[in-house]
């Protein structure tokens, strides 16, 4: 089956804009994380989500990060002022409730310049 | 609060050579381990998991690892390594087996040498 899919691969904006990436998870799965990995580092958790709740945001950088999940399903993680230190692949992943492996997707590569 | 460590950032072995990735955690409760593998411009992969029970777990590709939980470890091994294997590796570290987050070590770059 399809596995968890990430739009879009790339993103290059400028400093100060707002960026949307979205995430699709396994079909199924109610729990869906965000992750965002730095160059030469393991990913760094932002958001989890159990259902259409977010159950745990403490990684959030700050204010200007923020994701929801309105139907359960599909998350879109929204950055506004982008800023350098931005830049970063953001990862997602999905997991059923019954199971301890989370499965991963590509990964979104924002740029900002 | 749980944290991963994984001492060697890049490992060079040569193709059918054994190798071992080092993976250390801190953790005061119960935990989870896993590790995952990147291949460039791909997403991670798990490659094994430890949730209880025996302390060896087996995984994918010929690697296994092996939990200690008096050294707080669970190092990562394969005994002959293939090209295909250089890749990007991950040990990541859970409180529970599921709806809670993973807290990654920082990598390990495995590359083998023909």
């Known amino acids: 089956g399809a596995g968890v899919s990430q739009t879009p691969s790339n993103k290059v904006t400028e400093k100060g804009k707002y960026v949307e990436l979205r995430c699709d998870p396994i079909s199924g799965h109610t729990a869906l994380y965000w992750y965002r990995q730095s160059l030469g580092q393991g990913p760094e958790f932002l958001i989890y989500?159990?259902?259409?709740?977010?159950?745990?945001d403490s990684g959030l950088p700050n204010d200007r990060f923020f994701a929801v999940r309105p139907e359960g399903s599909v998350s879109t993680l929204k950055i506004q002022r982008t800023e350098r230190g931005d830049s970063a692949v953001y990862l997602c992943a999905s997991s059923s409730i019954r199971d301890s492996e989370q499965y991963f997707g590509p990964g979104t590569r924002l740029t900002v310049t | 609060a749980q944290s991963v460590t994984q001492l060697d950032s890049q490992v060079p072995v040569f193709e059918e050579a054994p190798v071992e990735l080092r993976c250390n955690y801190s953790s005061s409760v119960s935990v989870y381990l896993f590790w995952y593998v990147q291949y460039p411009n791909q997403g991670l992969q798990l490659l094994l998991k430890y949730l209880s029970g025996s302390t060896l777990v087996k995984g994918i590709n010929g690697f296994e690892a092996e939990f200690n939980k008096s050294q707080t470890s669970f190092h990562l091994r394969k005994p002959s390594v293939h090209i295909s294997d250089t890749a990007e590796y991950f040990c990541?570290?859970?409180?529970?087996?599921?709806?809670?987050?993973?807290?990654f070590g920082t990598g390990t770059s495995l590359t083998v040498i023909p």
């Open positions: 989500f159990q259902g259409t709740g977010a159950a745990d």
């Open positions: 990541a570290v859970s409180g529970s087996r599921s709806g809670n987050q993973f807290y």
